[in-house]
């Protein structure tokens, strides 16, 4: 038996409905980051935040308490289920190598996202990720999620490590080096050509992982991620995607409504703890055990945000309301490699200096109310036509093409 490409109708349409969800949140979020540089300053961002009007502010709050690293874990959480559900078929046809080419070709994509488009990409870490749920693949679903656990704390355990290390000329020297990098980012994204462009995402993306300043935030991330692929792994073990099990018998509950509301519920609440005990953080001095209680709780009120809101659309995927949008959201989420890259790509044209060059000129309201356009009335939309036409989207069909052996390619959308 040779390994077989998932189907169209062997699609599960919860995951492509979450899919597609996140990537709404994915794009709002990151749109900043394809509008101005990365690297800003205590002081640039204090005088920024001061000046906000009463939109910008109000759209700054929502998207701290719903958006903020909650999306990306969705994202995250969605990659462990269908890397799940993709170990588990290719098991059972023998044929492992396949997950392997799977993993290095989105490699691929991740490095060439880097250098032609924008900097902040997540499908390398994803290539990694990969590696380390097989490694973990065997688990039972407790010690998945004791696992999990596991990677919380050391997120806690990472707060304090780097509140150890704090030091007060290293905050000075960390301020001159941001400072430089974000005028760099200015001249050359801002108002440059594309071509020097690609050579400066690479240099930053290698100082993420590299430099003294920056690799502190690069290993928390990707602890973030490493923990809701975890728990990717767990739900699908756990039978969350089966609807005849008990998990989606008590998601689809009066009790599950309950549960997930109450979940909901407290993860707002350690989010208006933790901000309540950092508000009057100094950044230019050393963290207190307040601040890092701050930020245990912070971490983890992102973790229950995601579970609440991956239980909220399970739950509304397995009722019959509302078919016609769940149908629409489900057809971007079939396409979420060429989506995320889509993002990208309209994001550069738009803000860098070889394209439109609005950068640096937008608000969060502005930034925001774009993002939800140009999904709304151009993704969506091209996801539908596209899909009539083809069964997979054009970065995913290229995926597959280098994954899979050519003769294990289903026959195509319009065959007879």
Not at 12 to 41: C, K, Q, T, Y
Not at 45 to 54: F, M
Not at 237 to 251: F, K, M, T
Request: aromatic share 12%.
């Amino acid at each position: 038996m040779s390994a077989q490409p998932t189907r169209p109708t062997e699609r599960i349409e919860a995951l492509d409905v979450m899919r597609g969800i996140a990537l709404l949140g994915i794009f709002i979020m990151n749109i900043p980051g394809f509008s101005s540089s990365f690297f800003i300053p205590e002081a640039v961002a204090r005088q920024r935040s001061e000046a906000y009007g009463e939109w910008d502010g109000a759209i700054e709050l929502l998207r701290a308490v719903l958006l903020e690293g909650k999306f990306n874990g969705l994202f995250t959480l969605l990659f462990g289920m269908g890397l799940a559900l993709q170990m588990q078929r290719l098991s059972t046809s023998g044929d492992g190598p396949v997950l392997w080419r799977r993993l290095l070709v989105l490699m691929g994509f991740g490095l060439l996202h880097i250098a032609l488009l924008w900097g902040g990409d997540v499908l390398h870490i994803y290539a990694v990720l990969g590696v380390v749920l097989w490694a973990v693949r065997a688990l039972w679903a407790r010690s998945l999620l004791m696992l999990a656990v596991a990677l919380l704390l050391a997120q806690f355990a990472h707060g304090v490590l780097v509140a150890q290390w704090w030091r007060p000329e290293a905050f000075e020297a960390e301020q001159r080096f941001l400072q430089s990098l974000m005028a760099l980012d200015n001249e050359v994204f801002g108002s440059g050509p594309w071509w020097p462009g690609v050579a400066l995402r690479l240099q930053e993306s290698w100082w993420f992982y590299a430099h003294e300043f920056l690799w502190p935030i690069s290993s928390w991330f990707w602890l973030s991620l490493l923990c809701t692929a975890v728990l990717g792994l767990w739900a699908q073990r756990s039978a969350w995607l089966q609807a005849d099990a008990a998990p989606a018998r008590w998601l689809g509950s009066a009790a599950g409504l309950k549960g997930l509301t109450a979940l909901l519920v407290a993860a707002v609440g350690l989010w208006m703890a933790s901000s309540s005990l950092t508000a009057d953080h100094d950044t230019s001095v050393a963290p207190t055990p307040q601040v890092l209680l701050g930020w245990m709780l912070g971490d983890t009120h992102r973790v229950l945000m995601v579970l609440a809101y991956a239980g909220l659309v399970l739950r509304w995927c397995l009722g019959a309301r509302t078919p016609w949008l769940r149908s629409r959201l489900a057809r971007v989420g079939r396409m979420p490699l060429t989506m995320y890259l889509m993002q990208s790509l309209m994001g550069a044209f738009i803000f860098q200096g070889w394209g439109l060059g609005y950068w640096d000129q937008w608000g969060p309201a502005a930034l925001t109310g774009l993002a939800l356009a140009l999904y709304v009335f151009v993704q969506v939309p091209l996801a539908s036509w596209w899909l009539a036409r083809h069964d997979l989207g054009p970065a995913e069909a290229l995926w597959r093409r280098l994954s899979y052996p050519r003769s294990s390619t289903p026959a195509p959308h319009n065959a007879t």
